[in-house]
């Protein structure tokens, strides 16, 4: 089931909230877990069993991690429980991938398994895992109640599509959190806000990617067109999803962690990176690159180390080596940038090394698309005129201009200017007219994504790998 649903928005949403909040406290978890569920269970039968078996794992682990504490066999059970996950996760996401790759390299036969990937598998095993680990580490208590640890694991705001929401930032949440009117309001504002994200911009964006690949005129200015079209598609449908999970969190009393932190307006990968979905790098950074000894350590063990998170950020994102190549990409530029790159980006005006994050950026995301790595060279050599394409096409810019205002909304967008200018009139005489029309404004927002979606419109779901 998907936010970005008419079923999600009027069918599911609506008596679930209802529910929610006619019962005590002490029957909102039960609530929310049934509901997480059966949303769940609506597009992923018989995988629910496989996430009430990572989260009964995850609960098991923590017990035994906590009751053998002082003995050996603490450890003995972390290494357990991470096992049981990565096995989990590698079984369903990587198995064919692994036999495609034997069969690539020593021209074997072995047939493929064919395993329907489980939605959110990626997201909720990293959080199994964080739970554990924490738990191990003694920076989280053992939860001795499995109805709060499920359903922590399986809350439907961040099932499927994160952001990676730790156990620790809602441990406490999960037997005592607050609701008010206030957090409603910001909730459902930003879930609308999210919504609109996703459907009215990310959507488009897919649409004109779509128009692109189907193209029978391409030329090096459409190349491009489409590579800023696919970071701008995967930007807003990523930072939508976040959005929306953090506004149906904050309804149910949940406060989730931001997740995206206008990368776009960065000067450096470094910074790209600590600003485009912080969960996963956040987490990368705690629980293996530390581990690993971070930059705490001799220079190619630093770069061994570099190496190690970013082949692993690369194919979590999905089982093919365009990903991998796309983290490594990632990884040569984090590295150049700590080694001396960095140094020389600080000297240049800002715009230059603006400029330079984001040609890296769009080059990444066209890697990030690819189909196979022999499309990736197509469609670099393409971008860069080494394919013999013309400069420009009529359809290319038919296509520009037909596209041009929403490429301007979302560049626009993609920037903290609207957010400022919004707390500005917030903070001055007009405030009071901003908060009343606010409630216009989405409700208004709120109407045209229903009547898109209605329509049938373009509704791409790009976490089916994950």
């Given at each position: 089931m998907l936010f970005s649903s008419i079923t999600f928005l009027f069918y599911f949403l609506p008596p679930v909230l209802l529910l929610y909040f006619a019962v005590p406290f002490r029957a909102k978890n039960l609530v929310l877990l049934l509901a997480s569920l059966l949303f769940y269970f609506y597009g992923e039968p018989i995988y629910t069993l496989l996430l009430f078996g990572s989260a009964l794992s995850a609960y098991i682990h923590g017990l035994l991690i906590a009751r053998f504490r002082a003995t050996k066999l603490s450890r003995v059970f972390l290494v357990s429980s991470i096992a049981v996950s990565l096995m989990i996760l590698g079984f369903f996401k990587y198995a064919d991938f692994a036999i495609e790759t034997v069969n690539g390299i020593l021209g074997t036969g072995i047939g493929l398994l064919n395993i329907a990937l489980p939605i959110g598998i990626s997201f909720y095993t990293f959080q199994t895992l964080s739970y554990t680990i924490d738990v191990y580490r003694k920076k989280a208590q053992v939860q001795k109640s499995f109805l709060k640890l499920f359903t922590y694991v399986a809350l439907f705001p961040q099932l499927i599509a994160g952001p990676i929401v730790r156990y620790t930032t809602i441990e406490n949440e999960l037997s005592l959190r607050k609701h008010s009117l206030a957090d409603a309001a910001y909730g459902a504002g930003r879930f609308v806000l999210g919504l609109g994200k996703k459907v009215l911009l990310a959507n488009a964006f897919g649409l004109f990617?779509?128009?692109?690949?189907?193209?029978?005129?391409?030329?090096?200015?459409?190349?491009?067109?489409?590579?800023?079209?696919?970071?701008?598609?995967?930007?807003?449908?990523?930072?939508?999803?976040?959005?929306?999970?953090?506004?149906?969190?904050?309804?149910?009393?949940?406060?989730?962690?931001?997740?995206?932190?206008?990368?776009?307006?960065?000067?450096?990968?470094?910074?790209?990176?600590?600003?485009?979905?912080?969960?996963?790098?956040?987490?990368?950074?705690?629980?293996?690159?530390?581990?690993?000894?971070?930059?705490?350590?001799?220079?190619?063990?630093?770069?061994?180390?570099?190496?190690?998170?970013?082949?692993?950020?690369?194919?979590?994102?999905?089982?093919?080596?365009?990903?991998?190549?796309?983290?490594?990409?990632?990884?040569?530029?984090?590295?150049?940038?700590?080694?001396?790159?960095?140094?020389?980006?600080?000297?240049?005006?800002?715009?230059?090394?603006?400029?330079?994050?984001?040609?890296?950026?769009?080059?990444?995301?066209?890697?990030?698309?690819?189909?196979?790595?022999?499309?990736?060279?197509?469609?670099?050599?393409?971008?860069?005129?080494l394919a013999g394409l013309p400069f420009s096409t009529f359809e290319t810019r038919y296509a520009l201009s037909s596209y041009a205002v929403l490429f301007v909304v979302a560049i626009l967008g993609c920037t903290p200017l609207v957010s400022r200018l919004y707390k500005r009139i917030q903070n001055n005489k007009l405030g009071f007219c901003a908060r009343a029309v606010s409630p216009l404004v989405l409700a208004a927002l709120l109407i045209l994504i229903t009547a898109y979606l209605v329509d049938g419109g373009f509704n791409p779901f790009l976490y089916f790998r994950f």
């Open positions: 990617c779509t128009e692109f690949r189907a193209s029978a005129a391409p030329s090096v200015l459409y190349y491009w067109l489409y590579a800023i079209a696919f970071c701008l598609q995967v930007y807003f449908d990523f930072s939508g999803y976040s959005d929306m999970a953090i506004g149906l969190g904050r309804i149910f009393g949940f406060k989730f962690l931001e997740n995206f932190d206008y990368p776009f307006i960065s000067t450096s990968v470094s910074e790209f990176w600590r600003r485009w979905h912080i969960s996963l790098g956040a987490w990368f950074r705690d629980y293996l690159y530390i581990p690993l000894g971070g930059n705490r350590v001799s220079l190619p063990r630093w770069l061994f180390n570099i190496l190690v998170v970013w082949f692993l950020t690369g194919l979590w994102h999905g089982a093919s080596w365009n990903f991998v190549v796309w983290g490594l990409f990632f990884a040569v530029f984090l590295a150049m940038e700590k080694l001396f790159l960095g140094r020389v980006l600080q000297k240049l005006p800002k715009f230059v090394s603006h400029m330079y994050l984001l040609i890296v950026v769009v080059i990444s995301f066209v890697i990030f698309n690819a189909g196979s790595i022999a499309e990736i060279g197509t469609d670099l050599s393409s971008m860069f005129g």
